[in-house]
């Protein structure tokens, strides 16, 4: 059982995932808190935002209730999870203009859950810095690329098509320097 208390954002992911994936509830982890999966918590995010594949909304607040969330505005909370709250957006998943994102799947207690792809969560993060001057993202993207094999292209061509081809050179630059 998950402690509440002082669960990390990568444990309550998996508890999360894990029980909504039994209540038949698709969701994708995606946003900051892919990063502190990928660094092993080296860097925290506060929240965990996901996205809904389906349109079962009122299924994901059932079975968030009977674990103990509570709905508060747009995030959930829990009485005991007081450091992390949950956010969920509706389908599609994209980051920037690219819709055919393929999340990475892992079996946590004999149920399939997603999480961005490492690839996918230096795109993500290189988004929030090429749209928004998102300093503290590209650091974020350097982060995972450092302790994770990385589609190194794939990252290139999108950022071009983003409109971010000083980005990536910056990311690029970064990478190299740690």
Known sequence: MINLRTCSEEELWKYIATEL??????IILV???VVSVYTSGAYKSGDLDFV??????????RALNRLGFFQEGRHFKHPDCTHLFLE??????????????????IVNEGQMIKIY??????RDRLASYIH????????????VAQRHPIKLDMVR???IGEGGEQHFKDFSQKLKEK
Do not use: H
Request: proline residues 5%; negative net charge.
């Open 132 to 143: 928004f001057d998102a300093q503290e993202c590209l650091d974020q993207a350097v982060m």
């Open 21 to 26: 994936a039994k209540n038949k509830v698709d």
């Open 31 to 33: 946003g900051g808190a």
């Open 117 to 122: 792809s490492p690839t996918d969560c230096v």
């Open 52 to 61: 809904l594949y389906d349109f079962a909304r009122k299924e994901l607040s």
């Open 157 to 159: 061509k999108w950022c």
């Open 88 to 105: 969920f957006a509706t389908f599609p998943v994209s980051i920037g203009e690219d819709y055919e994102i393929t999340p990475a799947e």
